[in-house]
Structures are given as C-alpha cells and as structure tokens.
C-alpha cells in the first residue's frame, strides 16, 4: 500500500471517528433531563453529575499524555470510543443511582482518551498533509452532533426510553468503529520513531503553550454559553415561545458544520492568523448581538454569527499547538485538551451566575470579553519562524511545513 493510499484511509477513519463521537455526545447531553427522571436525580445532586463528566475527562486527558510515551495515539483510540459507546449505552440500561454514577465516570473517563488520542492523530496526519485539515475532522464531529441531537429528539418525542434510543446507535456505530481503526496512521509511521513524540514540551514549553490553553478555555466558556443558555435566554429575555426557543442551538450547531466545511479552504488561502482573527471578531459580533437584541429574530442572528465565528477557533489552537511543538505535538495536544473542560466546567455556572444577580444580557457580555482575549494570542496561530524568528526555527531542527497556508502533500 502507498504512503498515499494510507494516509488517505487514516484520514477517513478518524474523520468517521470524530463523526461518531458527535453523536454519541449529543446522544447524551440532549437527554439529560430522561436521564435525571429515570434515576430519580434531584436539582441539587444534578450538577454534580455533570460536573464530573468533564473533570474525570481531564484527569484521563493527563493520563492520556503519559500512556502514548508507551503505545501509539491509535492504540488509545481503537479502545477508547467503544468503551465510550458501551458506557453510553450503561448510563441507559441502568436502575439505580449507582448504576448512573459509574457509567458516566466511565464515560468521562473514555471521553478523556478519545478526545486526546483523536486530535493527536488529526494534528500529526494535517502535518504529513502539509495543509490545513483539522477543521474537516471537527466538521464531522459537528455533523455527528446534529444527526445525534435529531436522533435524541426523535426518542423522546416517540417516549422512546433511554436504553432503547441509544441502542440502534450503538450497534450500528460499534463494528464500524471497529472496523475503521484498522487504518488509523500513526506519527511515527510516518515521520520517524516513536522516541520523537517523547521529547516533551522542555523547559519553558508549557508557558509557550499557556497562550493556546488560555484561547481553548476562553472558546469554550463561549459554547458552553450557547449550549446551556441560549433556549432560555430567547424565551424569558426575548419572549420567544418554548418551541423557538430550541431554534438558536440547532441553527449554531447548523453554521459551525458549514464554518468548519469551509474553514480549511479558508486557512490555505489567507492563513490560519487571519481565518482566528476574523473568527474571533465574528463570534464577539455575535454575542454584541444576542446582548443588544431588541428581538427574538435579531438575537437568532446574533447566535448565527457565534457558530460562523467560534467553529473555526478550537481546531485551530489544536493545529497551532502541534506546530508550536512539532517533535512533542501530543504531550502538546494533551494539555491543551484538558482546558476543553475548564471551559466547559467555567461557563455555564459563570453565565448563570452573573444572569442571576445582574441580567443575563449583561452576562452575555461576559464570553464576548473572553473570546476577545484570542485576538491577543492570534499570532500564536502563525508559523514558528513568524514568531520566534528563522534562526531559532532553523536550530530547533522543525522542519514541519507551514500548514496554514498549504503546501506540497496529498
């Protein structure tokens, strides 16, 4: 088989692989209130459940970075995503409260090393590529999303339970998973032995990384917002009725899938400096927007513009950090992974709380701020040599292709 044909299929498998955990995510986030009734889960006891859902997912995300000293990336992934799958299909097969708890810290636990282990494989296989295709691999994922949601929606409104709506989904994407981490392509198939993803980020390194983890949790503070709070912010701020009020979150999952189909075109032809740059300023546009809405169709405008501006930010800061690191690009993407979860676990309890005791347009106004702070780190986004100088660049040994605006690959 060619290098070619290889790397091809390595790319179709983890395009499926992010594809699939879509789904699998959605199929669990857009039933948490089934899940709360089924198990008896009270208000109180609720955020813990979920908050633990993120933490045990950056505690393997850690765990992940030391694992792939020992075993490739693909090896982690081939086990992760079905044990992801299976403890989807636990949290609904289960009866009593226990049984809930240990299947979504399974699944936390999982999500960790999927996570991890899927964008190191995207950031070293977009890296053999010489062009951006990192943003392709996050548009199947947004794609799995919203098949995932439609699936969950269609569950409950047939008051399907919970073990039977995420059957079907499980049965069909297990073997598949299966079958398609046959082909994952490794970094050291292709670029040199395993010994170079070891090196470590050295001194220093994690303070070059810090700006890109910083970006990563200030992105997500801002999805989370939409995520949680956008159903209710059109309906007891803009007065829209219940049904609109679900609207918003699927017209943002709709333009992040059509951002990131295009955002790769995008980084080739102007850079991926300049698509952050204008991905920020559209997403903090959005949120202006949403806080200054005199009504339910200008604050789904608003919401537009945040799935058109923020979709292009994480795939980038997973890029930039394995050119920032390119001979520790998965030590690299491991610690940045685990700030997904920061901002997930900052976000909707910040939003909330400021809502609370001030307005919850104000509180919009709160993510707009830190999505604003990526414009500061843009350069972050660039090629080395654009940051630390070619001579630097030259003694470092990186010999990686700036990917931000092409270059010779399949």
Same mark, same amino acid.
């Not at 792939?68 to 299976?86: E, I, M, N, T």
């Not at 170079?196 to 990563?216: D, I, S």
């Not at 701020?237 to 990131?260: D, F, I, W």
């Not at 700030?339 to 709160?366: Q, T």
């Given at each position: 088989?060619?290098?070619?044909?290889r790397?091809?299929?390595?790319?179709?498998?983890?395009?499926?692989?992010?594809?699939?955990?879509?789904?699998?995510? *959605?199929?669990?986030?857009?039933?948490?209130?089934a899940?709360q009734?089924?198990?008896?889960?009270?208000?109180?006891?609720l955020p813990?459940?979920?908050?633990a859902?993120?933490?045990?997912?950056g505690?393997?995300?850690?765990?992940?970075?030391? /694992?792939?000293?020992?075993?490739?990336?693909?090896?982690?992934l081939?086990?992760?995503?079905? /044990?992801?799958?299976?403890? /989807?299909?636990?949290?609904? *097969?289960?009866?009593?409260?226990?049984?809930?708890?240990?299947?979504?810290?399974a699944?936390?636990?999982?999500?960790?090393?999927?996570?991890?282990?899927?964008?190191? /494989?995207?950031v070293?296989?977009?890296?053999?590529?010489?062009?951006?295709?990192?943003?392709?691999?996050?548009?199947?994922?947004s794609?799995?999303?919203?098949?995932?949601?439609?699936?969950a929606?269609?569950?409950?409104?047939?008051?399907?339970?919970?073990?039977?709506s995420?059957?079907?989904?499980?049965?069909?994407?297990?073997?598949l998973?299966?079958l398609?981490s046959?082909?994952y392509? @490794?970094?050291?198939?292709?670029?040199?032995?395993? !010994?170079?993803?070891?090196?470590?980020l050295?001194?220093?390194?994690?303070?070059?990384?810090?700006?890109?983890?910083?970006?990563?949790?200030?992105?997500?503070?801002?999805?989370?917002?939409?995520?949680?709070?956008?159903?209710?912010?059109?309906? @007891?701020?803009?007065?829209?009725?219940?049904?609109?009020?679900?609207?918003?979150?699927?017209?943002?999952?709709?333009?992040t899938?059509?951002?990131?189909?295009?955002?790769?075109?995008?980084?080739?032809?102007f850079?991926?400096?300049?698509?952050?740059?204008?991905?920020t300023?559209?997403?903090?546009?959005g949120?202006?927007?949403v806080?200054?809405?005199?009504?339910v169709?200008?604050?789904?405008?608003?919401?537009?513009l945040?799935?058109? !501006?923020?979709?292009?930010?994480?795939?980038?800061?997973?890029?930039?950090? !394995?050119?920032?690191?390119?001979?520790?690009? @998965?030590?690299?993407?491991?610690?940045?992974?685990?700030?997904?979860?920061?901002?997930? &676990?900052? !976000?909707?309890?910040?939003v909330?709380?400021?809502?609370d005791?001030?307005?919850?347009?104000?509180?919009?106004?709160?993510?707009?701020?830190?999505?604003?702070?990526? &414009?500061?780190?843009a350069?972050?986004?660039?090629?080395?040599?654009?940051?630390?100088?070619? @001579?630097?660049?030259?003694?470092?040994?990186?010999?990686?292709?700036?990917?931000?605006r092409?270059g010779?690959?399949?």
């Amino acid at each position: 088989m060619t290098d070619d044909v290889r790397l091809r299929r390595g790319r179709g498998a983890l395009g499926f692989s992010f594809f699939v955990q879509g789904v699998t995510f *959605a199929l669990l986030v857009t039933r948490i209130p089934a899940i709360q009734d089924r198990y008896g889960i009270s208000d109180g006891l609720l955020p813990v459940f979920l908050a633990a859902v993120p933490v045990l997912a950056g505690v393997a995300s850690v765990g992940t970075e030391h /694992l792939v000293k020992r075993v490739a990336p693909s090896v982690v992934l081939r086990w992760a995503q079905p /044990l992801v799958l299976l403890s /989807l299909l636990g949290v609904g *097969a289960g009866e009593q409260l226990w049984h809930v708890a240990v299947a979504l810290g399974a699944f936390g636990l999982s999500v960790g090393a999927l996570d991890a282990s899927m964008n190191m /494989l995207g950031v070293s296989l977009q890296r053999a590529y010489g062009r951006s295709i990192m943003l392709g691999f996050h548009a199947a994922y947004s794609l799995g999303g919203i098949l995932g949601a439609s699936a969950a929606w269609y569950g409950a409104h047939a008051h399907l339970g919970l073990f039977v709506s995420y059957l079907p989904a499980v049965a069909v994407l297990l073997p598949l998973v299966l079958l398609g981490s046959r082909y994952y392509v @490794d970094r050291e198939d292709r670029t040199g032995p395993v !010994g170079e993803t070891e090196k470590g980020l050295g001194g220093g390194g994690f303070r070059l990384l810090l700006p890109l983890c910083l970006v990563m949790a200030c992105a997500y503070i801002g999805d989370s917002t939409v995520a949680n709070w956008s159903a209710k912010y059109l309906q @007891d701020v803009l007065g829209s009725s219940e049904q609109t009020a679900t609207v918003p979150y699927n017209v943002y999952m709709v333009t992040t899938l059509v951002g990131r189909a295009v955002g790769d075109l995008g980084v080739r032809r102007f850079g991926a400096v300049a698509v952050v740059r204008a991905g920020t300023l559209l997403a903090a546009c959005g949120f202006a927007v949403v806080a200054a809405a005199p009504g339910v169709w200008v604050g789904m405008l608003g919401f537009t513009l945040l799935g058109i !501006g923020l979709c292009v930010i994480v795939p980038q800061t997973f890029a930039a950090a !394995g050119r920032l690191f390119p001979g520790a690009s @998965d030590t690299a993407v491991a610690r940045l992974n685990i700030f997904n979860y920061v901002g997930f &676990l900052i !976000g909707s309890p910040l939003v909330g709380a400021i809502g609370d005791a001030w307005s919850y347009r104000g509180a919009m106004l709160v993510p707009m701020v830190l999505v604003l702070i990526t &414009l500061f780190h843009a350069r972050s986004f660039g090629p080395r040599e654009a940051r630390y100088g070619v @001579d630097h660049e030259r003694r470092a040994g990186d010999r990686a292709v700036d990917v931000g605006r092409g270059g010779n690959g399949v």
